[in-house]
């Protein structure tokens, strides 16, 4: 039998990622999109199509990266999202093409705007979409200036800066003509189509002051233009939504902000006659959107909930710990099952006429593949990964509980090193970003690092979404509390029960993370070396130049920092720099707009100043994604700097060098 090799960081180049899964309309086949890495610095993908009958079919290969293949009304089509760059600028493209996937026409390119939120017309004769096409007050200027007076001018992921606004759009097939159907000073957001063919309802919020509000509301209007309505009044965020199949209800995702940022996004139903809103999720008590965030998955955080072809229950996914399964609810009994229940994350699904869900999961050791369950049984269609993986040498976790210093059980996950001579294994502490989970996913990361001899092991500390309500809001206005002792206590609790070398352990976490990470290092010797990832470092810096500032003034902070500029210092890293005495690499995204690089900068040059052992690295063309969708040899890269820093600093037996 061939012996098993390491997981190595180039083999991101032999991931298979199984991405947005789609029932046609009669139920009899499923369209599905297969991306990898395509070179250095972009990704392909095929479109396979599944058959109940004929079984697993290629349809088309292309060299560019696939998105959003969605079928049409009556299932003799199919429409899919590519883009592409041309002299720095993104070109967004829009395609149908035949159930078999020939006859492919190109329906819109556009260049230097993006096409969201694809939607076919019930009639079939058009599509409907988010752009932000064209200017509503100012044309586009051949010059390379950047203009902004409002205060969301740019978005991390998107290369949109400036007065632009993002509105709904329908393109005519028979035509290719394009036509606004929204305009003004807002931004839409997700949208869906009437089945009634007469109105689409999108998710904004109109005020003239919405950039500083937190609150989106769903409105309406018609397909043939005219004056828009607004639906609800929400206090929170709303993140996708979906009309019943007979019209009368939109079931939606969002939150009522009543723990503010640390609320979790639940299920509700808008009745659109009565305009009466009730919960849906109200007997889960848990997060309905995939917050455990993988490396290796281009699926979305959230998707819009899926109705039964009666109209009366709503499918959906929710995490429980660890774990992302599929969930139903009806919708006048509020009865919630759940559908699937294993230890997995479930990262897309889809619904037939008669019920049957095709859907993607992964768990630690498995990349994502498509699924079929029906009567209660399901059944693995694809396998594009699993031959490759067979020649892995993974780790395989485990889930532990321990009790925080104030008695509060808290949830963790242990990776062993794959190869080790010691009894107590060098560790890498990885702490997730905001709003995310750690649990059953594939990290490609935390395999990597078991394969160079560390451990890894992780937690879900107090203001981690899965675990209720309660367990997030203490978060709220708390930050760098009951988070970072939650973080200590697992490092003690392992250490007391032997599975880490006290003198041996790193600590790495992006964004939140990455805050986190920046904090311990302040306040605790217990790390030999850290690596901190698009992180924050200065929350007075932070709220001015990060598009996500909202989130400073209304819950970290709940002040301005004009009002409290001490607070805003208090509780940021650098005012504690000179308790930095961990050997601290630096890595940063010179395009993010969520933290940006000034933060890193800054941490840097205060730690070089005082003589401290820091490195930083900065990647151009990079986002705050970047370890999930940034260029392939970026993101190689990015994990090489990670082992070269450990490797550096804590014995493991064996180097990895510096990238050059």
Avoid at 88 to 109: K, P, Q
Avoid at 315 to 338: H, T, W
Avoid at 520 to 542: E, P
Avoid at 560 to 585: C, G, Q, R
Wanted: with cysteine; charged share 25%.
């Amino acid at each position: 039998m061939e012996s098993l090799r390491a997981i190595v960081p180039e083999d991101l180049h032999n991931f298979k990622f199984v991405h947005e899964p789609k029932f046609s309309p009669d139920g009899n086949e499923v369209i599905f999109a297969v991306s990898q890495t395509n070179g250095d610095n972009q990704y392909s993908t095929s479109i396979w199509k599944y058959n109940v009958k004929k079984g697993l079919v290629s349809l088309f290969f292309n060299d560019r990266m696939i998105t959003s293949p969605t079928w049409s009304e009556d299932g003799k089509r199919f429409l899919y999202l590519t883009s592409s760059m041309h002299v720095g600028c993104t070109h967004s493209e829009l395609w149908v093409a035949n159930s078999n996937g020939l006859n492919r026409e190109l329906v819109v390119s556009l260049k230097g705007s993006k096409i969201a939120e694809p939607r076919w017309s019930p009639t079939g004769d058009g599509i409907y979409f988010v752009s932000n096409y064209g200017s509503d007050l100012h044309p586009e200027s051949e010059s390379d200036f950047k203009f902004a007076t409002r205060m969301n001018y740019r978005s991390d992921g998107e290369e949109d800066y400036g007065d632009r606004w993002t509105h709904v759009f329908r393109v005519g097939l028979d035509d290719a003509k394009i036509q606004r159907l929204t305009s003004g000073d807002f931004d839409v957001r997700a949208i869906d189509v009437s089945p009634n063919a007469k109105k689409v309802a999108f998710v904004s919020n109109l005020d003239k002051e919405a950039d500083f509000k937190v609150n989106l509301d769903i409105y309406s209007v018609p397909l043939n233009g005219g004056s828009i309505e607004k639906l609800t009044n929400s206090k929170g965020q709303i993140a996708a939504l979906s009309f019943s199949p007979n019209g009368r209800y939109i079931a939606f995702i969002g939150d009522d902000y009543r723990y503010k940022f640390n609320t979790p996004t639940e299920l509700w139903l808008l009745d659109v006659n009565t305009k009466r809103i009730s919960k849906l999720s109200e007997r889960l008590d848990r997060t309905v959107q995939n917050s455990i965030l993988s490396d290796s998955s281009f699926d979305p955080w959230t998707f819009a909930p899926l109705w039964s072809a009666d109209s009366r229950e709503v499918y959906f996914v929710a995490v429980d710990g660890g774990a992302c399964n599929i969930y139903s609810v009806e919708i006048q009994s509020r009865e919630v099952a759940k559908v699937t229940s294993e230890n997995q994350v479930v990262t897309s699904i889809s619904l037939s006429k008669d019920g049957r869900i095709a859907y993607l999961k992964m768990n630690s050791t498995h990349l994502p593949e498509l699924f079929l369950l029906q009567r209660g049984r399901s059944t693995q269609i694809s396998d594009f990964n699993a031959e490759f993986l067979s020649r892995l040498r993974l780790s395989q976790p485990r889930e532990f509980k321990f009790e925080a210093r104030d008695g509060v059980e808290i949830s963790g996950f242990f990776f062993p090193a794959s190869k080790s001579k010691r009894d107590k294994l060098a560790t890498v502490v990885e702490i997730h970003g905001g709003g995310g989970t750690e649990g059953f996913q594939f990290m490609h990361e935390f395999q990597c690092l078991c394969a160079q001899g560390f451990s890894v092991i992780t937690c879900n500390f107090r203001g981690t979404r899965g675990y209720g309500a309660e367990f997030m809001r203490v978060l709220t206005g708390h930050y760098m509390e009951k988070d970072q002792s939650d973080i200590v206590d697992m490092v003690k609790f392992a250490t007391k029960k032997g599975w880490i070398d006290e003198r041996r352990i790193g600590v790495t976490g992006g964004s939140y993370g990455g805050y986190l990470t920046n904090w311990l290092i302040g306040h605790t010797s217990l790390f030999a070396a850290a690596v901190t990832d698009r992180s924050v470092t200065n929350l007075y810096s932070f709220y001015g130049t990060s598009d996500d500032y909202r989130r400073i003034e209304e819950d970290v902070q709940e002040s301005f920092p004009w009002d409290k500029p001490e607070s805003y210092l208090a509780k940021s890293p650098i005012s504690h720099v000179k308790n930095m005495n961990t050997p601290l690499l630096l890595i940063h995204s010179e395009e993010d707009y969520r933290c940006r690089i000034e933060q890193a900068e800054q941490l840097f040059a205060f730690l070089k100043r005082l003589g401290k052992e820091v490195a930083f690295v900065s990647f151009p063309g990079e986002s705050h994604s970047l370890s999930r969708n940034g260029k392939p040899h970026h993101r190689i890269e990015r994990l090489k700097f990670n082992m070269w820093w450990f490797t550096s600093h804590i014995d493991v037996g064996s180097k990895v060098k510096r990238p050059d």
